[in-house]
């Protein structure tokens, strides 16, 4: 069993930066690949990054390519997103998932998810 607990979230002017992080409670974290997707108000939640088990190998959306880098602490059992240049339209629910073949982008290929943590970027 895998419990994900996110945290980082917050309200950013655009052009800011967060840190979020996802910490896995269970043995086995390190085998597992790990994704980021977030919500919006209205909107179907969506892919934003992935990383294998190692770390090595990394997935981002096209949306935030170049601005957020997914990166993993097995030994701290958690994955992070690193948010730079954060717009607008970055606001929306983030959410961790656990144990998906790497570079999955659909929801249902995860077996573990988190609550979310809320990310407001302000104009």
């Known amino acids: 069993q895998v419990q994900l607990v996110e945290s980082g979230g917050g309200l950013v002017q655009a052009g800011g930066s967060l840190r979020l992080s996802c910490v896995a409670s269970?043995?086995?974290?390190?085998?597992?690949?790990m994704a980021w997707f977030r919500q919006a108000p209205g909107k179907e939640r969506e892919f934003v990054a992935a990383i294998n088990w190692s770390g090595i190998r990394t997935n981002t959306a096209d949306s935030v390519k170049g601005r957020f880098t997914i990166s993993r602490d097995n030994a701290k059992k958690t994955v992070y997103l690193q948010m730079n240049s954060l717009k607008p339209e970055d606001t929306a629910v983030y959410y961790c998932?656990?144990?998906?073949?790497?570079?999955?982008?659909?929801?249902?290929?995860?077996?573990?998810w988190g609550q979310g943590t809320q990310v407001t970027v302000s104009s």
């Open positions: 998932a656990a144990d998906g073949p790497f570079g999955a982008q659909a929801e249902f290929e995860y077996d573990y």
């Open positions: 269970g043995r086995t974290f390190g085998s597992y690949a």
